[in-house]
Nanobody, 123 residues
Framework: VQLQASGGGLVQAGGSLRLSCAASGGTFSRYGMGWFRQVPGKEREFVAGINWSGRMTGYADFVKGRFTISRDNAKNTVTLQMNSLKPEDTAVYYC?????????????????WGQGTLVTVSS
């Protein structure tokens, strides 16, 4: 499955952004999906995940209560709504399709990745 992420940009602290990830070339509804982020010199870290049906979601502690992940299997998209953004949320955000219908916090459990979209939060 091929993924394309979009929606990044520059926002002030306290603001919101909505990231989208469009999938093609596979059966999107089979796969759990995850959003990860990465800053230079650090490993890619888990942000949020959602299982194939959308009924189960999980979040990293540092985004709980601020970010919401959702998916639309009819449109082959997964979305990350980011509210109350902080400067430390600045990173390149990647969407990934998992190896199964579940989501995982380890990037090694993902079969494919989008190209990444840059989110910059100014103070």
């Amino acid at each position: 499955v091929q993924l394309q992420a979009s929606g990044g940009g520059l926002v002030q602290a306290g603001g919101s952004l909505r990231l989208s990830c469009a999938a093609s070339g596979g059966t999107f509804s089979r796969y759990g999906m995850g959003w990860f982020r990465q800053v230079p010199g650090k490993e890619r870290e888990f942000v949020a995940g959602i299982n194939w049906s959308g009924r189960m979601t999980g979040y990293a502690d540092f985004v709980k209560g601020r970010f919401t992940i959702s998916r639309d299997n009819a449109k082959n998209t997964v979305t990350l709504q980011m509210n109350s953004l902080k400067p430390e949320d600045t990173a390149v955000y990647y969407c990934g399709a998992a190896l199964s219908g579940s989501y995982y916090s380890s990037s090694y459990e993902y079969r494919s990745w989008g190209q990444g979209t840059l989110v910059t939060v100014s103070s």
